[in-house]
Each structure stands twice: as C-alpha cells, then as structure tokens.
C-alpha cells in the first residue's frame, strides 16, 4: 500500500460552508496581485468540526510556547529588539 496523502499550501480560507453535515472549507493561497486564490478544499464531517478545531489549538499554543523558549533574554541596554524568529523545523506529538 502507498503512501498517497495530498499536500496543499494555504495561507487562509476563503470561504466556509455547512451542507448535510459536512463543513467545506475553501483553503487560499495569497496571489501575486495579493488577492486570496482558491487552492483546494478541506471536507470535515461537522462532528469531528470541534476535534480538528481544538487540534489546531492545542498545536498553535505549542507553537508559541516554543518561540518563547527561544526568544533571548531582553538586555536593559539593547537599542532595538529583533524580531522573533520562527525556527525552520520541529515536530509536535
């Protein structure tokens, strides 16, 4: 058996729908013209909605909580502070 899973790039939703118990969520990519185009759809049966939703949650407050580990300490004399860095790769369990 192959392994067949389907990668999207998305940046954001274009539109979102319910119909007979199924969200259909458009996912969007950012367009040259930096106008949202349509890249894909995401079908979520409405009973796994909140799971997915709690999932995505739970995986951002990782995320922010790692970004904080490795923010440097802030120095009393530093002129201007640098951006936040997003580190290039880690996995979640």
């Not at 998305?10 to 979102?16: E, P």
């Not at 969007?28 to 995401?42: F, H, I, K």
């Amino acid at each position: 058996m192959s392994d067949a899973r389907l990668t999207i790039f998305a940046d954001g939703i274009l539109d979102a729908s319910v119909t007979y118990g199924v969200a259909r969520l458009t996912l969007a990519q950012t367009g040259a013209e930096g106008r949202p185009l349509p890249c894909g759809q995401l079908v979520v049966p409405l009973v796994q909605l909140p799971s997915f939703v709690n999932s995505l949650a739970g995986l951002l407050k990782q995320l922010e909580a790692k970004l904080k580990e490795q923010q440097p300490q802030p120095q009393a004399e530093a002129p201007e502070a640098a951006p936040p860095s997003v580190p290039g790769a880690f996995r979640f369990g």
